[in-house]
């Protein structure tokens, strides 16, 4: 057993990591102070290479534009005017900063202030061009985010939840006066969109109980009064949700852009509030369907993800045409339309890093000097499962370090669990590549993508149903002659780190290793300290609380199967961490101890992950090491 300690703070999914381009004008050529030596292996450069988010543009000035990057080594929040071409850092804590959003007019920077990264904080802002940071609201007490929307003349609309009071939604008047409760309720919600008047806001909420499938209520900002309901779950009797995607962006137009469920997959369609009339886009597409508006009004841009990929569409309201817009081959991690028509998107594949490009066939944006070096494509299997087809992604390490076959191969278990693999480019699993493993990635049932049943589908047996498609596609890959059945890594990030907790537990002779970042571990500990949010989701997932259905959350508990795991364990930890707590996670390396199984922890000083790129790479460092020190490569 060996305990080790470090800092950093934040959480920067593998999944959305944003892709290699331009420093600030301010930064070395290189991207990071200092040159950086051509002689680190690949997997190393990839962490280090600088990255930028989408760029998110103001809709009163749209040459003002918001964006991330760990340029300096650490994600923060960077201001890019677009007329003068000058880049500038916005944010800079030691830990880093990746929430935050521009003013209607782009003369302020919106962002959130927590504390090494437990996510319970305040909004700050900052004028655009520069100067002091001060308290946007300064009247509203610290909370976590329940979703902000930024209006006409510096109005805002700002959600909260606490542990204690639930959610609250609260109107911030853009003359100085002191903010307005217009909504409450223990169950959780989110602010969604504010219409283009700024007199209507949208708030997703789950009063119904379902924390899966959000209802909608218009309610108007001077009061707080309903202007409109939309509830699909007909009071948590169905599962089905709606997500907001936006007000029209035309003063005075009452029309709100809806996600539904109503099918078998998400589509959009468009609800007048007003007149309570829906229309539903002819788009007959067979995947997961997104969309937002052009910023005239007149159509919509649609992304549309099936079976881990994505592309992406032109939707004329008038005519009802749909046109494909020239995607490549891979996944689009964020679109978005600017005033002049064009899109812009961050687009990658697993073999090619990230970029931020545009339909005009630019490159919006890219970074000087590093670039991180490519990696290999992904091969598509499906397998029969007990709950139907699994679809999972294959990827083999490059022959100059692939051994002899069957190969040891890594298992790595994506979070959520609403969320999917897809053909993007992710350093960790690269990383793995580079030492000699193969690598698979399963869409498990709860994973988005291949419809509502399939999401939905993780209900009571929560992680038994995720474990029993793993076991399936483990079965296909060491039957194919892929996977070395005594050389087989389980691991993932959060609910991926769950997975490979309780998998270690429940499959203690199918795995030679578990790596679990940010797990839960014990999970009626996890539900007693994690935030209200999760608290209600989880809710949702088990049928009720600990204390209603214990024996659910025992059975999917981690800490019931310590007993059985015979695999080496090796599990990181972010101290502040408000989704996996720590302490659930010190009584099972505490039972780890006390029944003498072999494993190493890592604590550091930060929440559910890490926004500081050194930190990060010491953690890929240590999780590679552990694993090739008992499996080898």
């Known amino acids: 057993m060996n305990e080790t300690t470090g800092s950093a703070s934040g959480s920067t999914p593998e999944s959305a990591a944003v892709p290699a381009v331009?420093?600030?004008?301010?930064?070395?050529s290189g991207g990071l102070p200092g040159a950086i030596p051509g002689s680190l292996p690949d997997w190393e450069k990839r962490y280090r290479a600088p990255r930028v988010g989408l760029p998110e543009w103001a809709e009163d000035a749209?040459?003002?534009?918001?964006?991330?990057s760990d340029v300096t080594g650490t994600y923060e929040l960077y201001a890019w005017n677009r007329t003068t071409g000058e880049r500038r850092q916005v944010t800079d804590r030691p830990n880093g900063t990746t929430d935050g959003t521009l003013s209607r007019d782009g003369a302020w920077v919106w962002w959130f202030s927590d504390t090494n990264g437990d996510e319970f904080g305040v909004w700050m802002r900052q004028p655009f061009g520069g100067g002091e940071d001060i308290p946007a609201a300064p009247a509203l007490a610290p909370s976590y985010p329940a979703g902000i929307a930024l209006g006409v003349g510096g109005l805002a609309v700002v959600g909260r939840s606490t542990d204690d009071e639930g959610t609250t939604v609260h109107v911030v008047p853009p003359d100085g006066a002191e903010p307005y409760e217009i909504y409450r309720h223990e169950e959780s919600a989110?602010?969604?969109?504010?219409?283009?008047?700024?007199?209507?806001?949208v708030i997703e909420h789950t009063e119904h109980g379902d924390a899966m499938h959000s209802a909608l209520r218009v309610l108007r900002v001077a009061d707080g009064s309903v202007v409109a309901e939309l509830d699909d779950t007909e009071g948590g009797t169905r599962e089905l949700g709606l997500d907001s995607l936006g007000f029209a962006p035309v003063p005075g137009d009452t029309r709100l852009l809806v996600g539904h469920q109503r099918a078998d997959r998400w589509l959009p369609m468009i609800w007048d509030v007003a007149t309570g009339e829906q229309t539903a886009p002819a788009i007959d597409l067979p995947g997961d369907v997104q969309a937002e508006w052009y910023p005239d009004g007149s159509a919509l841009l649609v992304v549309h993800d099936f079976r881990a990929r994505?592309?992406?569409?032109?939707?004329?309201?008038?005519t009802g045409t749909l046109t494909a817009l020239d995607t490549p081959r891979g996944s689009v991690g964020g679109a978005t339309a600017r005033p002049d028509g064009t899109v812009e998107y961050l687009w990658s594949s697993a073999a090619r890093p990230p970029v931020v490009r545009s339909t005009t066939g630019a490159v919006v944006l890219e970074a000087p000097g590093l670039r991180a070096p490519d990696s290999v494509p992904v091969e598509d299997v499906w397998v029969d499962g007990p709950g139907g087809r699994i679809h999972a992604l294959v990827q083999r390490p490059p022959a100059a370090a692939r051994g002899k076959g069957p190969l040891p191969t890594v298992f790595e278990i994506h979070g959520g669990p609403t969320w999917h693999e897809s053909d993007s480019f992710a350093a960790g699993p690269a990383a793995w590549l580079d030492h000699g493993f193969a690598v698979v990635r399963v869409n498990y049932r709860g994973s988005t993508g291949y419809g509502r049943e399939w999401t939905d589908a993780l209900k009571h047996r929560v992680g038994l149903i995720e474990l029993e498609d793993i076991a399936a596609v483990r079965e296909w890959a060491v039957s194919s002659g892929l996977a070395d059945p005594a050389r087989l890594v389980l691991t993932g990030g959060s609910w991926g780190g769950y997975l490979t907790l309780l998998g270690l537990g429940t499959q203690p002779g199918a795995w030679a290793v578990g790596v679990a970042a940010v797990p839960v571990a014990d999970y009626p500990t996890a539900y007693a300290d994690e935030m209200e949010a999760l608290k209600s989701l989880d809710r949702t997932l088990f049928g009720g609380s600990p204390d209603e259905v214990p024996e659910r959350y025992a059975a999917s508990s981690p800490l019931t199967y310590v007993d059985q795991v015979t695999a080496p364990v090796y599990i990181s930890?972010?101290?502040?961490d408000p989704r996996c707590p720590i302490r659930q996670i010190d009584n099972y390396v505490e039972r780890l101890r006390a029944l003498d199984k072999p494993h190493e922890v890592y604590r550091y000083d930060a929440g559910h992950g890490s926004l500081v790129v050194e930190e990060r790479i010491k953690q890929v460092r240590l999780e590679l090491?552990?694993?090739?020190?008992?499996?080898?490569?």
Do not use: I, K, Q
Request: no cysteine.
């Open 22 to 28: 331009p420093a600030p004008s301010s930064a070395p």
């Open 62 to 68: 749209p040459d003002h534009s918001l964006y991330v």
């Open 190 to 201: 989110g602010v969604g969109d504010l219409s283009e008047d700024g007199t209507l806001v």
């Open 310 to 318: 994505s592309e992406m569409f032109r939707y004329d309201l008038a």
């Open 573 to 576: 930890a972010g101290m502040n």
């Open 625 to 633: 090491a552990f694993a090739l020190r008992h499996v080898g490569g």
